[in-house]
Nanobody
Framework: QVQLVESGGGLVQPGGSLRLSCAAS????????MAWYRQAPGKQRDLVAI???????NYADSVKGRFTISRDNAKNTVYLQMNSLKPEDTAVYYC?????????WGQGTQVTVSS
């Protein structure tokens, strides 16, 4: 069982920045593939960014060049640095871990981009 706890969401003006954090349980965090997803009201949950155990990353086209996913295996934490935020980035952001053929989800953190 993997438990995930997100933090760092909030209200930010367009053009601003936020950093989301996701703390994971488990002594073998370094082996997990970690990802961030987001879900806007009335829309499906979409992949934002992913980072493998080896540190390879991939991003949705809509966030390339603005968002950066990273991980600190010593702290069992994955981050999402979000810069140049736009109103269309407004959503609930979910942390995801894949381990042992199963997917695990955090409870989500709200990000609202508005003036």
């Amino acid at each position: 069982q993997v438990q995930l706890v997100e933090s760092g969401g909030g209200l930010v003006q367009p053009g601003g920045s936020l950093r989301l954090s996701c703390a994971a349980s488990g002594s073998i965090f370094s082996t997990y593939t970690m990802a961030w997803y987001r879900q806007a009201p009335g829309k499906q949950r979409d992949l934002v960014a992913i980072i493998t155990s080896g540190g390879n990353t991939n991003y949705a086209d809509s966030v390339k060049g603005r968002f950066t996913i990273s991980r600190d295996n010593a702290k069992n934490t994955v981050y999402l640095q979000m810069n140049s935020l736009k109103p269309e980035d407004t959503a609930v952001y979910y942390c995801n871990a894949v381990y042992g053929g199963r997917a695990y989800w955090g409870q989500g953190t709200q990000v609202t981009v508005s003036s």
